[in-house]
């Protein structure tokens, strides 16, 4: 017999693999459904797709107008971080060539 399981929301006892969603090795509280209810609610409140384009060439130029009008703040900004981390630009490069590694050699004929 299938082991089951009462929702925290819904109160309902339901099938325990079949309808809970397992989350770091124990299955939650709250049933599926309950889940997608909740997840749905907070779309709808928080409305995070309407931020979804936020990649779009529009952005983009704004950024580019903010970076010149405060290019003296964002120089500020790397020179205090050259201050606090010394090593970070050597290290980070030895590490991006090392990653790299050797160019292939094209076949020749």
Same mark, same amino acid.
């Given at each position: 017999? *299938?082991?089951? +399981? ?7 006892? $339901?099938? &325990?693999? =079949?309808?809970?969603?397992?989350? *770091? ?6 049933? $599926? ?6 997840? !749905?609610?907070? !779309?709808?409140?928080? =409305? ?5 384009? /936020? ?5 983009? %130029? ?6 010149? !009008?405060?290019?003296? $703040? ?5 020179? /205090?971080? #050259?201050?606090?981390? @010394?090593?970070?630009?050597? %290290?980070?490069? #030895?590490?991006? +060539?090392?990653?790299?590694? @050797?160019? @292939? &050699?094209?076949?020749? =004929?």
């Amino acid at each position: 017999m *299938s082991e089951m +399981k009462q929702c925290s929301m819904c109160h309902r006892t $339901k099938i &325990l693999y =079949r309808d809970f969603y397992m989350c *770091s090795g124990s299955y939650r509280s709250e049933c $599926k459904a309950c889940t997608i209810k909740r997840n !749905q609610g907070y !779309q709808k409140r928080v =409305r995070a797709w309407e931020n979804s384009d /936020k990649d779009s060439e529009a952005r983009r %130029e704004y950024m580019r107008e903010y970076y010149a !009008q405060n290019k003296a $703040k964002f120089a500020a900004y790397r020179a /205090k971080f #050259r201050e606090r981390h @010394p090593d970070y630009y050597a %290290e980070y490069f #030895r590490d991006k +060539k090392s990653r790299s590694g @050797p160019k @292939p &050699l094209t076949q020749q =004929r």
